[in-house]
């Protein structure tokens, strides 16, 4: 097909000609004497893009399922109990892998749809009088229904349990994209990986760790050994890592994090809300509905779009990709048929988003579901002539 593949999936997301320009280069020595200077360039400013000026941030080559392992097994002893929400696949699959390394999960059985309630998580935490449970699991953004929970208002029920269980974040799809305040939520572990907010192909796991969580590596037992954080501390401290660093993908991250703290992460974060104020619009033109089931829960950075009774999702997202040479994310396990998603992650602006809504418009249609031609991408057009930053001229 001639002209730009249009890609709208909640990662890999759309990586920016700066960040391939940054990648583009040979390879070089990664224990020479002047590589500290990149380690530390990234290092140091990794922690502002979660509102952070005291986490360890710890980059590691891996995607951001292997950071659910490293945070857990750096973090909890062998047999511990834990806590989760379950509300999509992703949440599902942080729980199995827990359970993989042996550690008995209470799962809190959400509808998918809806977010992590934390009147829930207070009332499991409040039973537990003993403190046996060591960890709780949430999913900031549940990438496979578009929902965003309340991280702020979670730490805020696990204070008034007055419960001393770490908690652990997934921030895969919202990290660098939603806002996210591991310091005021006094989060122990969050969990991302390159390929989403960071505007980056797949390729690295980043795992930010409390000082709770660092002053405590040497007391726990779980085994470990490459995603023990103690050698990849030691080497970090001098600028090093302690086996070959994905050196290309790093390059891509230090340019990542001069565009997005150039932004200013309340820009992005902003800009990300506004952009999917638009698609939110579109889908309500459309006539359709979103997984998320209410205002409260609705992600700024994954769309999750239910197709009417009778309507098969998995042939919008064919025909989409046939005809115009449109990915859109597919609905995951129990969703598959019944959703389709659209990203509007990382590196995305108005127009970009009017061609993925044009697409999905056409598709749509293409697909037997009768939407009126130009209503989406006109309800989006106003609502982001509407929102127009006072900035812009
Ligand atoms: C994408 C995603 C993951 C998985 O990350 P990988 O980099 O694919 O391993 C985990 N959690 C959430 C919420 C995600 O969106």
């Known amino acids: 097909m001639t002209g730009r593949h249009h890609l709208y999936i909640p990662g890999p997301t759309n990586v920016p000609d700066r960040l391939l320009r940054a990648m583009h280069r040979a390879q070089e020595d ?34 951001g399922s292997a950071m659910w ?6 973090s909890v002893n062998p047999g511990a109990r834990l806590l989760a929400v379950r509300f999509g696949q992703f949440s599902h699959l ?3 892998t ?13 509808p998918w749809g809806e977010g992590a309630h934390p009147e829930l998580i207070e009332a499991a935490l409040r039973a537990d009088t003993s403190h046996e449970i060591q960890g709780v699991l949430l999913v900031h953004n ?21 419960h001393p269980a770490l908690l652990f974040v997934d921030g895969v799809s919202s990290i660098a994209s939603l806002d996210f305040q591991m310091d005021a939520w006094r989060v122990d572990c969050a969990i991302t990986g390159s390929q989403k907010g960071f505007m980056l192909p797949a390729g690295l796991g980043i795992l930010y760790c409390s000082d709770r969580v660092v002053n405590s590596l040497e007391s726990i037992t ?18 090093y890592f302690p086996s070959t660093p994905a050196l290309t993908l790093l390059w891509g ?30 889908v309500h033109a459309w006539g359709l509905s979103l997984c998320a089931t209410e205002p409260r829960w609705y992600s700024n950075t994954v769309s999750a779009l239910v197709v009417p009774d009778g309507a098969d999702a998995r042939r919008v997202i064919e025909l989409a990709a046939a005809r115009w040479n449109l990915a859109l994310g597919s609905g995951l396990t129990q969703l598959a048929g019944r959703v389709f998603r659209i990203g509007h992650m990382g590196d995305v602006n108005e127009l970009m988003l009017a061609g993925a809504l044009a697409g999905t418009e056409m598709a749509l249609l293409d697909a ?26």
């Open 98 to 110: 827990a359970r993989s390394l042996g550690y008995t999960v209470d799962v809190i059985e959400v």
């Open 69 to 74: 392992e490293a945070a857990l097994v750096n």
């Open 142 to 162: 549940e990438t496979a229904t578009g929902v965003t929970s309340d991280v702020g208002a979670v730490r805020t029920a696990m204070d008034r349990a007055q």
């Open 222 to 239: 779980t085994p470990r050994a490459y995603f023990d954080l103690r050698p990849m501390l030691a080497n970090n401290r001098q600028g």
């Open 30 to 63: 990664h224990r020479s004497a002047s590589f500290p200077t990149l380690t530390r360039s990234i290092l140091s400013r990794l922690p502002a893009v979660v509102g952070s000026t005291t986490a360890t941030p710890f980059v590691f080559p891996a995607s």
């Open 368 to 393: 037997g579901i009768a939407v009126t031609p130009g209503s989406g991408v006109a309800a989006a057009a106003t609502s982001w002539r509407a929102t127009m930053p006072a900035s812009a001229v």
């Open 94 to 96: 942080f729980i199995q």
């Open 253 to 282: 991250l230090d340019e990542a994090l001069t565009m997005l703290l150039d932004e200013g992460m309340s820009n992005v974060v902003a800009r990300h809300a506004r952009l999917a104020e638009g698609v939110r619009q579109a």
